[in-house]
């Protein structure tokens, strides 16, 4: 029965040099210490403030519409449904990776595959996208758009 015994030697062995590589492997996407958590990007005031880092102008971005603007972590989709109230969303169709058009007629469009989206929600109402566009935290500040 040698065949059996080196196959258990040999299974043994690799399962000793493949399971430590395998826990590196798992334990790597952890974040360091003092790193924000995946996804939280933007989502903090800067300086530590009651009010983050500026977007737009409210005057900017009308009632009805909306305006796509460069924020800490990228682009931002504001729209802006009624006086007192202002979304920020991500303006990346999550079907093909596209940038979205502005809100028009109360939806957002995607040119790429005609994908469309509630222009005050971000919710799918067409596909071929299958979900919604991602929110991204936003307030109003005094006369300005700021991330929240």
Do not use: Q, Y
């Amino acid at each position: 029965m040698p065949d059996p015994t080196r196959r258990t030697v040999v299974c043994g062995l690799l399962a000793g040099l493949v399971a430590p590589v395998s826990l590196a492997a798992c334990s790597s996407g952890t974040p360091a210490a003092g790193s924000p958590p995946a996804g939280s990007a933007g989502n903090t005031p800067a300086g530590g403030g009651s009010s983050g880092t500026a977007l737009a102008k409210l005057a900017d971005v009308p009632v009805g519409s909306g305006a796509i603007v460069t924020g800490p972590s990228g682009k931002v989709l504001l729209v802006r449904p009624s006086e007192n109230e202002v979304k920020g969303l991500d303006p990346v169709c999550p079907h093909a990776g596209v940038t979205v058009a502005k809100p028009e007629g109360g939806t957002i469009t995607c040119p790429g595959h005609g994908s469309v989206f509630d222009a005050k929600t971000g919710a799918m109402k067409k596909g071929p996208a299958t979900s919604g566009l991602t929110p991204i935290p936003v307030k109003i500040s005094g006369d300005s758009i700021v991330t929240a």
